[in-house]
């Protein structure tokens, strides 16, 4: 897909890999819609770098937990930008606990976030993209969805559940030239990472990570960008983790 003057819409675009994919995609090209559950002023200077672009950026309010809104997330895109032709949700969080400790609370949340808002926004863009004949989705999975992951059961749960998601969307919509794929980031340096104390840092670089650093957000929006542009890939995971999931010691 040649991304000059397409529009992506970038779901927790407002910081960490959403952020850096929204400025990926507009250094290549593309006009950005961000949205993310509370837009502040990290969101105006991300905003203020896609314009230095050229690109045109809007920002919009939306809670990806909330079906009306992640709907109204697709519709208010396509109304003020005339197109969806790029969709990454990339929001989401941490879900922390066991099975004895996790909420359900916190266990329903977790899907509505990371798997039910993929269902409601892949239904309202869907059309939107069939119209064009062309489209490209790409959901972010986690190394903790591809392996047991002590003290996260829920998020293990649902980044596990992106992969098949992106497959049978993959399938079902490779008639209309809409292609579905999933990124799976290991660790990766953003706040995301912030609870980690100084001593598991050290750990996963020198024990858990084969090339022994900490990625980069920038190193997951460059294989989303690769993903948007590339026309012969769906239905596909790509892991970008310092090798973390291949190695068995």
């Known amino acids: 897909m040649k991304l000059d003057s397409k529009v992506s819409l970038i779901t927790g675009g407002t910081g960490g890999i959403g952020a850096a994919t929204a400025l990926e995609l507009a250094r290549r090209g593309s006009d950005i819609m961000i949205t993310g559950r509370r837009i502040g002023s990290r969101a105006e200077t991300i905003k203020d770098k ?12 939306a809670d990806m937990g909330a079906p009306g809104e992640v709907t ?11 197109s969806v032709d790029v969709l990454v949700h990339a929001a989401g969080g941490a879900v922390p606990g066991n099975l004895l400790q996790v909420t359900p609370e916190a266990w329903y949340r977790a899907f509505d976030v990371h798997v039910h808002a993929i269902f409601h926004l892949s239904r309202a863009v869907v059309p939107i993209m069939k119209k064009k004949r062309e489209g ?35 399938r079902e919509l490779a008639d209309d030239n809409i292609r579905v794929n999933t990124v799976s980031p290991g660790i990766i340096h953003t706040p995301f990472q912030d609870y980690l104390s100084p001593e598991q840092v050290k750990n996963n670089i020198e024990n858990r990570i084969p090339l ?20 012969f890939i769906t239905g596909e995971t790509i892991a970008v983790d310092g090798g973390m999931t291949m190695r068995i010691v």
Not at 72 to 82: D, F, G, K, L
Not at 164 to 170: E, V
């Open 212 to 231: 022994h650093r900490e990625g980069k957000p920038e190193d997951v929006a460059e294989v989303i960008a690769m993903l948007v542009a590339n026309d």
């Open 72 to 82: 109204r997330s697709v519709h208010e895109t396509a109304a003020q930008m005339r």
């Open 136 to 170: 490209a989705i790409v959901l972010i999975s986690s190394a903790a969805g591809s392996r047991g992951c002590l003290g996260a059961i829920a998020y293990g749960v649902v980044k596990g559940a992106l992969p098949q998601l992106a497959r049978s969307l993959a």
């Open 50 to 61: 896609i314009v230095s672009l050229g690109r045109r950026c809007f920002l919009l309010a």
